[in-house]
C-alpha cells in the first residue's frame, strides 16, 4: 500500500507560481511512475506531468515551459513547479503512483495509488 499526501496548492494571480508537493510512505516511489493529474469543474482529469521509475519525463503539452516535474527519492516526494500560472490551470491537483503499464502515462485509469489533492485557483 502506497500512500500520498498532497500540499502546496492555493489562491494566485495569473503570472504567480505555486509549487506542489507529495510525500509516498509505504514504499519508494522511485520504483513507480509518478504523475500529477488536475481535474477543473466540468472536466475530465487530465495528466499533466509524469516521471517514470526510470527517470522519463512527460509533460503536456498545455503546460510544457511552465510547469517542471521533479522527485527527491532521498525524500521519496514528488514535485511540480508551476509558473507562469494561467486562470485555465485552477483545478483540483492530485498525485499519483502506478506499477509499470504499457499504456501512455497519461491514463489515469492505469494509477493504483492517489493522493487526496491540493486545490489551485489562478485569478485573472
Known amino acids: 500500500q502506497v500512500d500520498l499526501v498532497e500540499s502546496g496548492g492555493g489562491s494566485v494571480q495569473a503570472g504567480g507560481s505555486l509549487r506542489l508537493s507529495c510525500v509516498g510512505s509505504?514504499?519508494?516511489?522511485?520504483?513507480?511512475?509518478t504523475a500529477w493529474f488536475r481535474e477543473a469543474p466540468g472536466k475530465e482529469r487530465e495528466g499533466v506531468a509524469a516521471?517514470?521509475?526510470?527517470?522519463?519525463?512527460t509533460v503536456a503539452d498545455s503546460v510544457k515551459g511552465r510547469f517542471t516535474i521533479s522527485r527527491d527519492n532521498t525524500k521519496n516526494t514528488l514535485y511540480l513547479q508551476m509558473n507562469s500560472l494561467e486562470p485555465e490551470d485552477t483545478g483540483m491537483y492530485y498525485c499519483?503512483?502506478?506499477?509499470?503499464?504499457?499504456?501512455?502515462?497519461?491514463?489515469?485509469?492505469?494509477?493504483?495509488?492517489w493522493g487526496q489533492g491540493t486545490q489551485v485557483t489562478v485569478s485573472s
Open positions: 516521471i517514470d521509475s526510470d527517470g522519463t519525463i
Open positions: 509505504g514504499y519508494r516511489l522511485s520504483g513507480y511512475c
Open positions: 499519483a503512483a502506478r506499477v509499470y503499464s504499457d499504456y501512455s502515462v497519461f491514463v489515469s485509469a492505469t494509477y493504483n495509488y
